[in-house]
């Protein structure tokens, strides 16, 4: 029996493997329906609305400052921050969805994985003393996901 660790995982934004991770998550939930009846002595339900969200965590990092190179982090911030258009201080250019591909790579060719298109929903980075610098990134799932293979 073999089981799967963080560095079992892998994570591809926009179809691109995001270079360094600390890590990602995902949950998926059905709000319930309430199907009861007057004549019912127990509640009754059938399955509603599906919800899918997650999170993920991406170094920030540079090889050399001079030159501009892929940065997870740096792509997904962003994403979600934008600058203003102009004079207009609460305009700014739409948000855009991302495909996430979340990936556990168990020795297969393609691996296990869920990819999904979502919207950004937030995102947080922080300076401390010892760390490193990551962006914490959350999202919400537009629809079903796109490819399921886990």
Same mark, same amino acid.
């Given at each position: 029996m073999t089981f799967y660790s963080g560095s079992s995982g892998s994570l591809l934004i926009d179809g691109k493997k995001a270079a360094r991770v600390r890590g990602w998550q995902i949950s998926t939930s059905i709000g319930m329906l309430d199907t009861t009846s007057l004549a019912d002595t /127990?509640?009754?339900?059938?399955? *509603?609305?599906?919800?899918?969200? *997650?999170?993920? #965590?991406v170094f920030y990092y540079t090889t050399n400052p001079q030159i501009k190179e892929s940065n997870s982090a740096s792509e997904l911030l962003?994403? =979600? =921050? $934008? %600058?203003?258009? *102009?004079?207009?201080?609460? %305009?700014?250019? #739409?948000?855009?969805?991302?495909?996430?591909? @979340? %990936? =556990?790579n168990d020795g297969t060719t /393609? *691996? $296990? !994985?869920? #990819?999904? #298109?979502? !919207?950004?929903?937030?995102? %947080?980075?922080?300076?401390? +003393?010892?760390? +490193? @610098?990551?962006?914490q990134i959350s999202f919400d799932v537009n629809g079903a996901p796109v490819l399921v293979n886990i």
């Open positions: /127990d509640r009754t339900v059938t399955p *509603g609305i599906r919800n899918t969200s *997650g999170t993920c #965590e962003n994403v =979600i =921050i $934008k %600058q203003r258009s *102009g004079a207009v201080p609460g %305009q700014a250019a #739409e948000t855009t969805p991302v495909t996430f591909r @979340l %990936q =556990i /393609d *691996g $296990k !994985y869920l #990819e999904v #298109e979502a !919207y950004l929903t937030a995102a %947080q980075m922080s300076m401390a +003393v010892g760390e +490193v @610098l990551a962006a």
